[in-house]
């Protein structure tokens, strides 16, 4: 059940290797995105609140600029049909699910460990609510922008397309995450945080199930 995805994700890695295209363009929008930050405020220092939401605002637009290449490098190298006809649709979204997820992991632990050494408001109180809104909230982000990759693959203007639909369907979820950032920063509790933890909870499993339940709708049109 699991070699099939698992296999698929390889692929995946080995072509990423080889093209390097969602690496680079990730690396230089974390470079370009902070340095833009760190130049713009100069001398001053922001407080926490805009520390957080600028957190939150760099993993989006980063997200933005690379996982939309999950489905149409498909496209552009002429395999969709290929793997219409070896793989099933639960098949094709849960590799290329996994392959986003530890995209999405290991581009924002950098923005993470990038964000604690240049800015000095970023100071986690509490570590672990912090740790957990990170890995709720890469989740929520890796299965929507799958699900909206595949959308937008066989459209005209996939650059445009796909933040313009991201947008809306990811809001609640880097809003949420960005109150819970804050909440970490100022040490609250996990029972004061509950709500919106369960909104990041629900959001995300709502989120995977919806995927799995339309994908095959969309894979076959």
């Known amino acids: 059940m699991i070699a099939k995805p698992f296999a698929l994700f390889k692929k995946d890695f080995h072509s990423e290797l080889k093209t390097r295209y969602a690496i680079n363009s990730l690396a230089m929008f974390i470079i370009v995105a902070i340095s833009v930050i760190l130049f713009s405020i100069g001398s001053e220092t922001i407080n926490e609140n ?15 600029s690379g996982l939309a290449r999950a489905f149409v490098s498909e496209e552009e190298r002429g395999t969709t049909l290929t793997l219409q006809l070896i793989a099933s649709s639960s098949t094709v979204f849960s590799g290329k699910f996994i392959f986003n997820l530890i995209l999405v992991f290991c581009v924002n632990i950098l923005i993470t460990l990038l964000y604690s050494v240049f800015f000095e408001k970023f100071v986690v109180q509490n570590l672990v609510l912090f740790i957990v809104t990170f890995i709720l909230g890469n989740i929520g982000l890796a299965s929507a922008s799958t699900i909206i990759a595949a959308i937008i693959a066989k459209a005209g203007a996939k650059g445009t397309l796909y933040p313009v639909l991201s947008f809306p369907i990811l809001l609640p979820l880097i809003l949420t995450c960005v109150q819970l950032t804050l909440f970490s920063f100022d040490d609250v509790n996990f029972v004061e945080a509950q709500v919106e933890l369960a909104i990041v909870v629900g959001y995300d499993i709502i989120m995977i199930t919806v995927s799995y339940l339309l994908f095959e709708f969309i894979w076959k049109d």
Do not use: D, R
């Open 50 to 64: 805009l520390t957080g939401g600028l957190f939150w605002v760099i993993i989006f637009f980063t997200a933005m």
